[in-house]
């Protein structure tokens, strides 16, 4: 369940530092202000910047620490409910940064391909995702020993495969009650079936995307490693604070 207006203007009435220790000066260190090239602006970005430098929009870092204190928000309620949040980053900057908050938090997570149907499809999919878990099973237990080396190799290269597509979410059991994005132009499949399926969307847009597609926008450079580990560190520290509680 999302938050409410009224519990929104609850959980944010304390200063961004005090709360979640949002700093207007470290995220300008980490580059978060700098969008795309001006060319490249999407007119629904406006509200959220600040002018243009060298041809670069820039992003008003007092409404992407407002936006940021309003998804922090959510998912700290998200997962003191011990509700799932499933994580997307197929980006190179974005794909390390996901892997290792989804392992630490104990979290799906998507970093390679996104596979059509995920979320619209989701009971093809594990269909997909238990005869993946199987087939590691009978490796582990030695049942594919049985086969000849070539019919070995064969396996090896199918599990290898599906690690790929499915290993961030073979346990993911049911759909998840909300996704994080990065990049949402390039995950927008993602986003497309998310919003079929009512799911809440907590995504970093840069200036060349709609906010207007996402529950919980953040302003912000969703390209600089910096950027994404500045935003990423401080949603680890949310969701590890809200499951000791």
């Known amino acids: 369940m999302a938050l409410s207006e009224t519990q929104l203007k609850k959980t944010t009435s304390k200063s961004a530092e005090e709360q979640f220790g949002l700093d207007i000066n470290e995220m300008t260190q980490a580059g978060l202000h700098l969008g795309h090239q001006s060319s490249y602006f999407h007119p629904k970005m406006k509200p959220y910047l600040s002018g243009v430098k060298n041809n670069i929009n820039l992003i008003d870092l007092s409404k992407t620490i407002e936006k940021f204190k309003e998804a922090l928000s959510f998912i700290q309620q998200l997962i003191s409910e011990n509700k799932v949040l499933l994580l997307v980053g197929t980006k190179t900057p974005a794909r390390e940064l996901i892997k290792s908050l ?114 919980y926008p953040i302003p912000a450079n969703d390209d600089a490693v910096t950027a994404l580990k500045y935003i990423l560190d401080k949603v680890k520290e949310v969701i590890l604070k809200a499951k000791q509680k």
């Open 102 to 215: 989804a392992e630490e938090c104990q979290l799906p997570y998507v970093i390679e391909r996104w596979v059509g149907g995920t979320l619209t499809n989701f009971p093809v999919i594990k269909k997909r995702v238990d005869y993946f878990k199987e087939l590691e099973e009978k490796r582990k237990s030695g049942e594919l020993d049985k086969y000849t080396k070539k019919e070995k190799a064969l396996f090896d290269r199918e599990l290898r495969n599906l690690e790929i597509k499915f290993g961030g979410i073979k346990n993911l059991t049911a759909l998840p009650d909300a996704l994080f994005v990065i990049d949402i132009k390039k995950e927008a499949l993602a986003v497309t079936e998310a919003r079929k399926k009512n799911i809440k969307v907590i995504a970093v847009v840069d200036t060349n995307a709609n906010p207007e597609l996402v529950d």
